[in-house]
């Protein structure tokens, strides 16, 4: 007798869940349940109609039932809502949401790839008309044609993730006024405070309001209500504060629910019950540098989670190497990723963790569209691993953290980025491009060859009007300075180390700490013993600083910003 396999829920986990089932098994009968109209669609181009990109919400839907039967011999039952689970008998119970029909229908395995659903807070006027959140191609199309028939001007978008932030950026895109609110004291927390920064600016530069550290306490047709008691116009409002596992067929079946309230799962994916799996943003998984269960939601580990669970079914090994939270988008003309851990998520894990934050070219600077490209490299101490990285800038900074991804899943240290082997072109990167140099920077850290701070450690320094030696030119100096910072040029160091005192310590930076670093080197090799490096140097405060400075209104610890 040929195999029956229920899946409840399509998109990238039940999908393709069922796709691979069909490769393995000719004969098994598969129907995929999706309680709404589209089972297979791109959500994470969702947010990309709202400004034309993606210019019909057809192109969204990436399979229908028909092309599944034809295709795959698939049945995908769409409009169609899973309400139960009997698993004694091996059967879900499911109800035609149009017709309010119900059903049995039996499995010989079952597959849960629920996902999970938008969080919304319980405060005043959430449910009212014009409040929307965003799941699916209906919810999206819904949000369009509300800002466009109504000709909608002023939108808040609450949540600095990454829904938040591509809707923001999309209605931006579209020409509408938009503020983005964040309760946190950042948006995108895979990213570090200082590199953040750059993110806040260039969404402020390309016209975007952004307020984080204020919460949203209320909804009023016009406005919005923030824990400050500011008031922020919006005729429509965007609920993306975070998602919500899809529990509740699981708990009611009694499933295993895990500690962080998605569904339990062993390294194949199946759950308490042999019979059933489950995959997606509704499970819990395995995180592999902080050695504990976490949750993701993202595309690509929800297909290696189909793909495992599929094999294992048929009796296929499969090694679950656990996830390490790998990710990347477009904001405005920045490309951004990540990967691992980043700095502070390190230290609260109780890691002993140092990083360096490099500026460097993401090509060689004879070639047009050559840009600073920053990256943050984050390590273990003392064992020089590697745990994460971060980069920005206008160029390939995918390409960059694949490669950094590349070697935490390998268990790579920073003696092992230092000797890794990439391409090079002028067109494409630099002959020590700045993975191999964060590297390189990373190891004269780690093996005490100099001493460094960070970008968020400068204000306090200028507060305390430490020591702070400017090695840029002159020109570079008075377009823009530290406020208490001396100006002893690189080229003119050697003459005038008369200037800098031995009996203090001394701070140095340049634009981008690569001419610092040899400043610093210089100093310590004429008998100065304690010297530090500023890491991200002038270009690095700029960015940090500027977001504070002008949403704050604190004063400046630069007589001018300069960000080139």
């Not at 949540?159 to 923001?168: K, L, Q, Y």
């Not at 047709?221 to 509740?248: F, M």
Request: glycine share 8%.
């Amino acid at each position: 007798m040929s195999k029956k396999v229920v899946v409840i829920g399509g998109v990238a986990g039940g999908a393709s869940t069922a796709a691979r089932i069909r490769r393995m098994d000719e004969q098994a009968e598969i129907i995929m349940f999706e309680k709404g109209p589209h089972v297979s669609f791109s959500n994470c181009s969702l947010p990309f109609h709202l400004s034309g990109i993606v210019e019909n919400s057809e192109k969204l839907i990436l399979m229908d039932p028909v092309a599944f039967k034809s295709k795959y011999n698939i049945e995908a039952r769409v409009q169609q809502e899973v309400l139960s689970i009997n698993r004694e008998a091996k059967t879900v119970t499911v109800t035609n949401v149009v017709t309010g029909e119900e059903y049995e229908e039996h499995y010989d395995t079952l597959v849960l790839s629920p996902g999970a659903s938008p969080i919304v807070p319980t405060i005043e006027g959430v449910h009212a008309p014009h409040v929307f959140t965003i799941r699916n191609v209906v919810d999206i199309e819904r949000l369009h044609q509300f800002v466009q028939m109504n000709d909608i001007d002023n939108i808040a978008v609450i949540g600095g993730g990454f829904i938040g932030v591509e809707v923001a950026e999309n209605l931006r895109l579209a020409g509408r006024d938009v503020s983005l609110i964040e309760f946190a004291d950042q948006i995108m927390m895979p990213f570090d405070n200082d590199m953040v920064q750059i993110l806040h600016k260039e969404m402020m530069d390309k016209g975007v309001e952004v307020i984080v550290g204020d919460g949203l306490t209320k909804v009023a047709d016009t406005h919005v209500e923030l824990n400050s008691g500011k008031i922020v116009k919006a005729q429509a409002v965007i609920l993306a504060v975070g998602v919500r596992p899809e529990t509740r067929l699981a708990k009611e079946a009694g499933l295993e629910i895990g500690e962080l309230g998605g569904i339990k799962v062993d390294a194949n994916y199946r759950t308490n019950d042999p019979s059933i799996y489950a995959v997606g943003d509704a499970i819990e998984v395995y995180h592999q540098l902080l050695r504990k269960p976490t949750r993701l939601a993202l595309a690509g580990p929800a297909q290696r989670q189909a793909r495992a669970a599929a094999d294992h079914m048929y009796g296929i090994p499969h090694q679950n190497m656990g996830v390490i939270g790998s990710s990347s988008i477009q904001i405005f003309d920045l490309a951004c990723a990540s990967t691992g851990l980043n700095e502070k998520v390190a230290k609260q894990a109780g890691i002993q963790a140092d990083s360096v934050y490099i500026i460097a070219p993401d090509k060689v600077g004879l070639m047009p569209n050559s840009n600073p490209l920053h990256f943050k490299l984050v390590f273990e101490v003392p064992t020089g691993k590697i745990l994460g990285a971060q980069a920005i800038g206008k160029g390939n900074a995918d390409k960059r953290i694949d490669v950094i991804a590349t070697l935490i899943m390998m268990g790579g240290t920073l003696e092992d980025l230092k000797e890794l082997e990439l391409t090079y072109s002028p067109m494409f990167s630099t002959a020590k491009d700045v993975v191999n140099l964060a590297a390189l920077v990373a190891l004269n850290v780690l093996y005490g060859r100099f001493k460094q701070i960070h970008v968020s450690e400068v204000r306090e320094l200028v507060e305390q009007n430490a020591v702070i030696i400017d090695v840029r030119e002159k020109g570079e100096f008075a377009n823009g300075h530290l406020v208490n910072a001396r100006n002893v040029p690189l080229s003119e160091l050697r003459e005038r180390m008369d200037e800098i005192p031995k009996d203090v310590p001394v701070y140095v930076h340049c634009r981008s700490a690569q001419r610092s670093y040899n400043a610093v080197m210089a100093l310590q090799n004429s008998g100065y013993t304690s010297v530090v490096n500023i890491s991200g140097s002038f270009l690095g405060i700029c960015l940090y600083e500027y977001y504070h400075d002008v949403t704050t209104g604190r004063e400046p610890i630069v007589t001018a910003y300069n960000f080139n």
